[in-house]
Every structure is written in C-alpha cells, then in structure tokens.
C-alpha cells in the first residue's frame, strides 16, 4: 500500500505561484511513477504530469508545459508540483497519484488540494 498525502494549495492571484507537496508512504517507491492530475468543476479529471521516482524525464499536459515543474525529494519522500503563470483556467482540485513502473492505471491516489487562481 501507499499513501499519499497533497499540500500546499490555496488562493493566488493570476500570475502568481504555488508549490504543491505529495508526501509518500508506505512501501519502497523507486519502481513507482507519480502523476499530478486535477479536476475542475464540472470537468474530468485531466492529467497534468508525471515523473519516475528514480529518475528520468518528466511529462506534462500541453496546458501546463513551461509552467509547472514537478520534482522529488528522495530523502523527504515527497513529490513536488511548482506552478508558476497562473491562470484562473488552472482552478482545480489538484491530486497526487502513484502507480507501478509496468502498470497501465495509477493505483493509488491522494485526498486532493484546492488551487483556486482569481482573475
């Protein structure tokens, strides 16, 4: 099992930034991929990106590339999603997910943490 525990959401103007946490634990997570996905009102759930724990490259949406950077901190266990630029647009409940390396579907989600951008 994991848990996954999100932080660090709030209310900025646009144009501002926020740094989002994921704090994980509960099993060894170096064969594990960590995605950030959010969800607006009345929208599905979108995915925004996703790094290997141990390393490697980075993905993100095209809505978010160049704006957001996610990291890890192997030593905190803890998953980062910075956000800079804001735009009202990116208002949303932003989720931490994990899954294993060779699987399709993420397994393993978090509570979620408000981001809200004024205009």
């Known amino acids: 099992q994991v848990q996954l525990v999100e932080s660090g959401g709030g209310l900025v103007q646009a144009g501002g930034s926020l740094r989002l946490s994921c704090a994980a634990s509960?099993?060894?997570?170096?064969?594990?991929?960590m995605g950030w996905f959010r969800q607006a009102p009345g929208k599905e759930r979108e995915f925004v990106g996703s790094?290997?724990?141990?390393?490697?490259?980075?993905y993100y949406a095209n809505s978010v590339k160049g704006r957001f950077t996610i990291s890890i901190d192997n030593v905190k266990n803890t998953v980062y999603l910075q956000m800079n630029s804001l735009k009202p647009e990116d208002t949303a409940v932003y989720y931490c997910?994990?899954?294993?390396?060779?699987?399709?579907?993420?397994?393993?989600w978090g509570q979620g943490t408000q981001v809200t951008v004024s205009s």
């Open positions: 790094i290997s724990w141990s390393g490697g490259p980075s």
């Open positions: 509960g099993r060894t997570l170096s064969s594990f991929i």
């Open positions: 997910a994990a899954r294993g390396v060779i699987m399709a579907s993420y397994d393993y």
